[in-house]
């Protein structure tokens, strides 16, 4: 399905308790391959830092649960500085698209000083977007989350299923990379987010293999969570 000439993906997610996840991931890793990013079996870890306006409209549309809503992020993969991606995923309703594009360590260190001027005739689309967010619609570093992610993929349907875990916020930085970050879990350690992630239908092996009706599904947002444990800390 396209929208906006977007194409757009099915998104379901929910909360497992520890016995829920245990026994998933166990059918899960029997009959999927893990995502080739894995370091190991328990997956890679991504940390993000996401932007939002002077209004905190992303916070905000997403807690009016506002039809069509976007966030930037900024993402990197077990703290290297290796690969540093600008991302900015859209929703429409229950549907999601994202898009992708890459940084440098300079142009990411010069975005946290407030220097935009690198952003300019990259050649990317999204990141001339991303430069006007910033430099005309106030978009500033909001929240950074941090979490370990198990992911498994299904060639048919392009299926992603993966478990997230230990899901925790930057709460004295919006620097991704300082050694000084602090972060802080923002979930029960027995909780673990399962996303379910394909394009124009679930095939029938995988909706039995999770049994997704069998789960409460929930409007899960990391950033939301993580952005309202850090305003305990940054009073604004």
Known sequence: ???????????????????????????????????RHSLSESGYSIRSLYFDGMHAHSLH???DGIFSR????????NGSKDVINLERKNK????????????T?????????????????TGYPLIDEFHRAL???????????????????YGPGNVRI??????????????????????EEVLPVEETVLEVKYDEYLPTQIQQLVEVNQFVRS??????ICKEAGMLHFKE
């Open 1 to 35: 399905m396209t929208f906006q000439n977007k194409k757009l993906r099915n998104e379901l997610k929910f909360y497992l308790h520890i016995h829920e996840y245990l026994s998933l991931r166990a059918k899960t890793s029997a009959m999927l391959e893990l995502d």
């Open 61 to 63: 549309d997403k807690n």
């Open 162 to 183: 993966t478990f997230d875990k230990r899901l925790a916020a930057g709460v004295n930085t919006t620097d991704v990379f300082s050694d000084s970050l602090i972060l």
């Open 219 to 224: 409007a899960i947002s990391k950033f939301v």
């Open 92 to 103: 429409y309703g229950i549907y999601v698209n994202k898009e992708s594009a890459p940084l």
């Open 70 to 77: 976007e966030k930037y992020r900024i993402r990197v993969y």
């Open 135 to 153: 430099a005309y619609r106030n978009f500033r570093p909001s929240a950074i989350t941090d979490y370990e992610r198990e992911a498994y993929i």
């Open 105 to 121: 360590l300079r142009q990411y260190e010069e975005i946290l000083k407030g220097e935009y001027d690198s952003l300019r005739g």
